[in-house]
């Protein structure tokens, strides 16, 4: 029996993968048209390999970019490809089309709906605002300290225990098999991998560990739920 | 005889204390609708401390806001907040009535029209680019070093020799006697203060620096100017 439904928040709740890739490239288009001396396909490499070595909340992608290509260094150059990348960013901040759908009829049945991610609390509170999610959701945990990061289980029996269901009766939804389904089964909680984002192309062979449900849309959650009650 | 005119940035091509101040206001209206527990006076008075202590470039002028008066902290709060505020700048992020018309004046009569700026490079820019202001100046100069910044005469002989005149032929513009009125006078530059803002409210008495002239209204430096001639 499912109680609660736990949520992960990028590529799950909206196109992340999608909103970053269109952001970058209109950053590196602007960066263009202000001189940025390249092409588009190689400034693009460059950023992507920049933010995969430095992660994505390191604040100097553009700067890095421009060290590399932009002899001599101009901060004209920095700030366009910023403000284009934050722009779009804010433009593209939508959640899946049948998302808000999908959590009011799991509401309607009963269900309770929480949110549980990794990041930068105050960056993944930004999100929800941003996407008009904040009052859909019973519990929100973010896990922002490495060592309570998924895989690890902390974060999900801390949402199950703030929503006061027991762990097994809680499923989880999310794109990752690395982070959301081994986390999931870590806290002994059944799960649904989204395959939306850049991360569910990954091989759940290459992780060691098989959801329990794949679906390719956000909306079959309520379906794969109520088959499981 | 003038052969350029150096502007200041902030409250000198639009009115940045107004709009910092409308953002922290609606920041505020935001935070303590999302629960935030004081009132809108004692939050404001609160932020410009934080503010005022901690700089502007801090980045968690709301963290500390929600650890004083948010028991328990929430980061829902802290990111109504943020966004609230960068919404707000962005939205009055808007040069003075007459600036542009005014500068296209002075290039129209010959003269060179450059900006001299304290900041981080990337963050003065992203204002010029937001400002719609780029294509006005024949050079930019932003002093990022404390111990190049005004009133030191290094940015402005910077900019007077990346323009290719005298110092002696450049007139500053700018709304900080501390700031851009002494580092005019240390360049051996004239001076036109500006009365927008703040920092404009401070006595030229107090810092022992008197302007050359004084305008209410960034328009009337073309007279200012020709006057000059």
């Not at 959640?95 to 991610?117: A, C, D, E, M, N």
């Not at 929100?140 to 762990?167: D, H, M, R, T």
Request: net charge neutral; proline share 5%; charged share 25%.
């Amino acid at each position: 029996m499912a109680s609660a439904v736990l949520f992960d928040l990028d590529d799950t709740l909206y196109d992340s993968t999608k909103q970053v890739s269109l952001a970058r490239e209109n950053a590196v288009t602007k960066m263009i048209e202000q001189g940025l001396h390249c092409s588009q396909k190689n400034a693009l490499a460059v950023l992507d390999e920049i933010a995969s070595v430095k992660g994505s909340n390191y604040p100097h992608h553009f700067d890095d970019l421009v060290e590399i290509f932009g002899k001599p260094f101009s901060y004209d150059i920095v700030a366009s490809g910023v403000i284009a990348y934050h722009e779009t960013k804010r433009k593209y901040m939508k959640p899946f089309p049948k998302l808000k759908k999908t959590i009011i009829q799991l509401r309607k049945k009963g269900y309770l709906v929480g949110v549980v991610s990794d990041g930068i609390p105050t960056k993944q509170w930004e999100k929800l605002i941003r996407l008009g999610l904040t009052d859909f959701f019973d519990c929100v945990v973010i896990a922002e300290k490495k060592s309570y990061q998924k895989p690890s289980p902390i974060p999900f029996e801390y949402a199950a225990k703030n929503l006061g269901v027991p762990a097994g009766e809680c499923v989880v939804v999310g794109d990752r098999v690395d982070k959301d389904i081994l986390g999931a089964h870590n806290a002994g909680m059944q799960a649904i991998q989204l395959l939306q984002g850049r991360h569910s192309k990954i091989k759940p062979e290459k992780i060691g560990e098989t959801p329990d449900y794949i679906i390719s849309d956000i909306c079959d959650v309520a379906g794969v739920i109520e088959g499981l009650d």
